[in-house]
């Protein structure tokens, strides 16, 4: 199950797209997305409802259809906030216990 929520950015400009994926209860990934307001505001994208089809596929929709797509793939210890979001023990992110990949 993959959940949506909306985040304000730091840039005023821009809005946060923080979806959240569980797998029969277990939390395993989170992925954050940068949108530019001025594209979505008024679309469905800014409902944080889930979209069946993609956002991707919205995205192409409103006239903006993403071609390429380029992962940097990070393997780094999770964040304040990441370990929250995944509901990760505390004795698992301590010294060499629990890694996280980041994607870019």
């Known amino acids: 199950m993959k ?3 909306w985040a304000a950015s730091s840039r005023s400009a821009r809005r946060a ?9 277990e939390p395993w990934n989170i992925n ?4 530019p307001f001025d594209l979505i505001k008024g679309s469905e994208i800014m409902n944080p409802a889930d979209i069946a089809r993609s956002s991707n596929q919205a995205f192409a929709e409103l006239g903006y259809e993403q071609v390429r797509a380029i992962d940097e793939i990070e393997i780094r210890m999770p964040l304040p906030d990441e370990v929250g979001r995944l509901d990760l023990a505390a004795d698992l992110v ?3 216990g629990c890694d996280v990949a980041l994607i870019r």
Do not use: H, M
């Not at 797209?17 to 209860?25: A, H, I, Q, V, Y």
């Open 3 to 5: 959940t949506r929520s």
């Open 17 to 25: 797209e923080r979806r959240f994926g569980d797998l029969g209860g």
């Open 32 to 35: 954050d997305t940068y949108y």
């Open 94 to 96: 301590e010294g060499d």
